[in-house]
């Protein structure tokens, strides 16, 4: 069944992986995605180990459902067949530093004076004014917007999260954003500018600690992993290791004081309250702790789990993929022997389809310069 998306053409001129992680979840959704790639392909080919078949896991985990192929911008020849791709697309993404793609004809102003109806989304690390000059790695940001200093034991050094984070949270803003000027296009007839950065995106995902700041002139500060306003929200040791336990009100603090057998700490007046909570965390902590200590992580996950208390082991990323299994999630699809992890939008009436791996480079070349060339 074609996906929703169907009939949409979209010239991916990204790389890295917020702008193909965009394009991915678009093709996911039916979207024709041509990833343009330079004659050297896109950075994450190389970015390995670790690889399957002798290809970078990273290229393949953001790359599905594509076509590729190799123009040289620098060419004339190849130059005019991304001209008419532009000129026949739907949307145009790029991840270009602001300004570069202007000298091929390829900026905004110049592609959608030849094509109206183009659906243009720039991805940007610092915007088009003053940041226009600084590249947009995702580690920059998490250190330039704050997330280092929030990450990390108290007394302790900056730590950068485990994962791009504000490059995967940028490519989901610009997939609302596209989809939203394509909506737009189809009242008006014509397409719009969308753009995103990654400082933005990154601010913008801090939620409650940049409100902490911009309303409540507060600077948040590295708790290691407690949490500023909800006490427990942290992993805490059992006999054999650490439980991540989690009260979100009071009605589940209650639950879990009786599940650990010391039901008397929801009815101390320093604990019986979520603010009280936080402000005696220091003297609340070690009580729980001594609690847990009588059982180990799985038999107190399976307790809390059964009592409805928010608690989770500390997975492995395979322990993760192998209980989103058990769970019924199905994380895992597989196309043409190459296992990715599905979308994670899921549609009654037309879903995700998965039809095509990760291109080699240039796999679609012949075909889609052909396709062009005729045009």
Known sequence: MAGPLQGILVADFSRVLAGPYAT???????????????????????????VRDDVSTYYLSVNRNKRSLVLDLADADDLRLAHRLADRADVLIQN???????????????????????????????????????????????????????TGDADGQPFKAGVAVFDVIAGLHATVGILAALRHRESTGRGQH?????????LSGLVNHASAHVAGDVVPHRMGNAHPSIMPYEPLPTADGELVVIAGNDRQFRTLCRVLGVPGLADDERFGRNADRVAHRDELRPLLVAALARRGSAQWFAELR???????????????????????????VTVDGVPGIRHPIGLSARPPRYELPPPGLDEHGARLRAWLAAG
């Open 194 to 202: 969308v753009t995103v950065d990654l400082l933005s995106s990154a």
């Open 96 to 150: 270009f530093r602001p300004g570069a793609l202007r000298r091929f004809g390829l900026d905004h102003d110049t592609a959608t004076a030849r094509n109206a109806r183009l659906v243009y989304a720039s991805i940007s690390g610092f915007g088009a004014a003053g940041g226009a000059d600084l590249p947009g790695y995702d580690l920059m940001v998490q250190a330039a917007a704050g997330l280092m200093s929030l």
């Open 24 to 50: 991915m979840l678009l093709a996911d959704l039916g979207a024709d995605v041509v990833k343009v790639e330079s004659p050297g392909g896109d950075d994450t080919r190389g970015w390995r180990p670790p």
């Open 306 to 332: 059964a009592a409805g208390v928010p608690c989770s082991p500390i997975n492995s990323v395979a322990d993760g993929v192998a209980l989103a299994d058990r769970l019924g999630l199905e994380p895992v």
